[in-house]
Structures are given as structure tokens and as C-alpha cells.
């Protein structure tokens, strides 16, 4: 079910990689259905909207009242509600740890020139969030929640005809008041040119993830990182509880049929067990056609013979989520640069901190954690350098910026400088 590579010879990586490229570098066939659907939006806007929601969902309904918002929430299983509670605490208490990253910076410098970095909140931001997931709403907006952004709106279509109460409930926790009942292209589209958010954030199917990615970027903006299909990479050795392993790869392939899971270890007897207690469990799961086909397209057992292989795979690899289920973790965490989020240990499930841990859960996909990090109060910020010189400054600083000013031949740079020095 899952393919293997073996890292016997000194070409390893490039076999690593050109598999991967295979799923990273896929062709996205919906370009042009999402193209005409962004250009209808823009057009000819709430018209546009509906005839995509009605087409595609059956959906005529758009705009969340807050009489239809309580009458849904009233419906949610307590156990649910408590369960939403929890995670919006602990998810709250380690984001505001974050607010000390934000500070301001102001200096004078000893010509009594003053320079200032200033953080301002986004005025306003749209999220996506797919019709069934309370945290995945969680853990997009309380960040900005805690940033101040003054403006929240809320995009998430229904499932199966109806809204989910838990995703409302959260919305309304968080205190988001502007919610759609949106989904697919046409709900990007919408917050662009309907809603006119200034940043989009929030997974999606191919649909979603193509009309961002289409979007003009001097318009709106989006996350920071490559959000694509879900990923996990699972360090694991002889001393790796067996079930532990394969429920950690299941539970990332039930997400999504692109998703991918790969084992990497230099135990090859251990890979067998890892395929034998995966085929129980997909007996055993809802999702398991969804499970079965992303293993096949995109499972990996990777056999590796050294700590250094262990090491250079999992940083090529730059993995979305990684767990690292081994005796001693700490020798390879310090060494690995490239992963989107780290699970220390045989206690520490990837799929515990997609709820209650308190980190975020939406991370760098498909390598982009070479890169970009996770989503933090900083995606939800803007940083504004702010200078206010002196008349003794200016004088100071200004002929060092004349001459290398008129060494790049700006000459209007250079008359724009000496109009402000020696003037009384």
C-alpha cells in the first residue's frame, strides 16, 4: 500500500525528492473553472455568489442571522460545547505567550533622530473554514482575535444542507459577528470582492486553496505559507509502539485523499508490522476509502541506516507535522530545521495538538516549512517603520545618502536630500 524507498546508496535524497515532486508539482486542472469564477464575483458580485452557492450546494441562504445562529447552536450535544471551551482556552493561553513578540521599538539616535517600528493590527480579515471543523475556526481566529483585528468574517458552507453548530458556536465565542454561509471559489471570491476583507486566511479543497493562490495580491492578501493537503512524517525505532505509529499515518490519510504519510526509520522488520496494523485500522475507520487511496498515492516507508540520514531526510522532507516516536528525540529535534510542527515523544500524538494542546494546528505544507512557519499573531499584523529627523540629523546623515544617491544616478533623490539641510 505505501511505497519504499531505501536509502542504501548516496542518491537517496534525489529519489526522496523526485517522489515528492510528483505530488508537489501535480497540475491543478481547476485553474480555469476557478478564473471564470473569480471574474463572474468581481462582476457581478451577490448575483454571481448565489448562482455558484445554489449550483454547487444547493445553497440560496448567505448571511447568518443571529436568530438562525442561536437556533443553531441551541441543537450542540453540551459535551461538544465543553470540549470547545476547553480548546479555546488552552489555544488562547498559548497564543497571548506570543503578544511579547509584538513590541514596539523606538530609539533616538545620538544626532537626536527618531526611529520607530510599530505594530498595527489588520483591519480586517476573512477566514474560510470547511462546513465540519470547530478547530480548524479555533485556530485561525482566535490569533487574530488576540492581535486586535478589528473586523472578523466568517465564510463556511454547509454540509450535507445544513450548518454545523459546533463551527457557529466557536464563531461566536471568538465574537465573530459577520457570518456566510459560503463555500468553494466563490467564497474566496466573495471576501475579496463582496466582503472586501484586506487578508484572507483558512484551509480548503483545490478549489479554494487555486482562488486564493489567483487572487490579485496588491487586493488581498493570504497566509504567509503554502497550506495544501495535510501531511505527517513519523520517526520511529525498535522501541516504537507499533500502534502508535500506524494510527498516527491513518489519522492524517482519513483527512484528504492527497494527504501524505511517511515513515521514516532503520528498522525494515518494523515497516511490515507499521502495513499489517494499518490494515487493521482502516477496517475499522469511516473514512477509509479516503485513507486507502492517499496511502496509495502518496504513502511512504523510507529505510534509513544512520542518524545523519535521519536527520538530512526529515529537513528535505520539511514536514507539515512530524512526530519523532523515538527512545532518545532530543538528538535529532536539535539537529532538524525543517518541520512545520514537532511531536516530542510516545505521549505526544500529531492529532492531539489538532485540538486541545494550545499550538496552532495550521502549518507549512508540501516543503514550504524550508521556509514559513506556522500561523502566529504575527500573519494578523502589519509593521510600519515610522522616522522623524532633526534639523542636526538631517545634517549628520544626509551626505553619506548624496553620495550613494547620485552613485545610482537618482539625481531627484539627491535635490530632495539637500532641500532639507541647512535650512534654519
Not at 471576501?191 to 483545490?206: D, E, F, H, R, S
Not at 506556522?374 to 553619506?400: P, Y
Request: proline share 3%.
Amino acid at each position: 500500500m505505501i511505497k519504499l524507498i531505501d536509502c542504501k546508496d548516496k542518491s537517496y535524497l534525489s529519489r526522496v525528492n523526485k517522489i515528492l515532486s510528483k505530488r508537489r508539482n501535480a497540475k491543478n486542472q481547476d485553474v480555469k473553472i476557478v478564473k471564470k469564477i473569480l471574474n463572474d464575483v468581481r462582476k457581478n458580485e451577490l448575483k454571481a455568489l448565489k448562482k455558484y452557492e445554489i449550483r454547487f450546494s444547493g445553497n440560496s441562504e448567505i448571511r447568518i442571522t443571529n436568530e438562525k445562529l442561536k437556533k443553531s447552536i441551541k441543537k450542540l450535544n453540551p459535551k461538544v460545547k465543553k470540549a470547545i471551551d476547553f480548546a479555546y482556552k488552552r489555544i488562547s493561553n498559548f497564543h497571548y505567550r506570543q503578544k511579547k513578540d509584538l513590541k514596539n521599538i523606538y530609539y533616538k539616535d545620538s544626532f537626536s533622530n527618531k526611529l520607530e517600528y510599530k505594530n498595527v493590527p489588520i483591519d480586517s480579515v476573512g477566514f474560510y473554514v470547511p462546513g465540519n471543523l470547530p478547530s480548524t475556526l479555533l485556530m485561525n481566529t482566535i490569533p487574530a482575535k488576540i492581535a486586535q483585528v478589528r473586523r472578523l468574517v466568517l465564510a463556511t458552507p454547509k454540509v450535507n444542507g445544513k450548518l454545523n453548530s459546533a463551527v457557529l458556536y466557536a464563531a461566536k465565542k471568538v465574537g465573530i459577528k459577520e457570518i456566510y454561509s459560503m463555500g468553494g471559489a466563490q467564497a474566496i471570491a466573495s471576501l475579496a470582492y463582496i466582503q472586501k476583507v484586506n487578508k484572507i486566511v483558512g484551509p480548503g479543497n483545490k478549489f479554494v486553496a487555486e482562488a486564493k493562490k489567483q487572487l490579485p495580491n496588491n487586493l488581498v492578501g493570504t497566509e504567509s505559507m503554502y497550506c495544501g493537503a495535510s501531511e505527517i512524517c513519523v520517526l520511529a525505532d525498535k522501541y516504537t509502539d507499533v500502534n502508535q505509529i500506524a494510527t498516527s499515518l491513518v489519522s492524517q490519510a482519513e483527512h484528504d485523499s492527497d494527504s501524505q504519510c511517511i515513515l521514516v526509520t532503520k528498522q525494515r522488520g518494523l515497516i511490515n508490522k507499521v502495513k499489517k496494523e494499518m490494515n487493521k485500522i482502516l477496517n475499522t475507520i469511516p473514512r477509509k476509502k479516503i485513507a486507502i487511496s492517499s496511502l496509495k498515492k502518496n504513502g511512504l516507508a523510507i529505510k534509513v541506516y544512520s542518524d545523519k540520514q535521519v536527520v538530512d531526510v526529515i529537513n528535505e522532507l520539511a514536514p507539515e507535522h512530524l512526530e519523532l516516536n523515538v527512545n532518545n528525540y532530543k538528538r535529532y529535534e536539535k539537529k532538524i530545521i525543517n518541520a512545520g510542527s514537532i511531536c516530542n515523544g510516545k505521549f505526544t500524538p500529531m492529532s492531539l495538538s489538532d485540538y486541545t494542546v494550545g499550538t496552532n494546528h495550521v502549518l507549512p505544507t508540501s516543503g514550504s516549512a524550508k521556509f514559513s512557519s506556522g500561523l502566529s499573531l504575527s500573519e494578523f499584523v502589519k509593521k510600519i517603520s515610522i522616522v522623524t529627523l532633526s534639523k542636526l540629523g538631517v545634517e549628520k546623515i544626509g551626505n553619506q545618502a548624496i553620495t550613494l544617491s547620485e552613485f545610482e544616478e537618482l539625481f531627484a533623490h539627491t535635490q530632495s536630500i539637500k532641500s532639507r539641510m541647512r535650512r534654519n
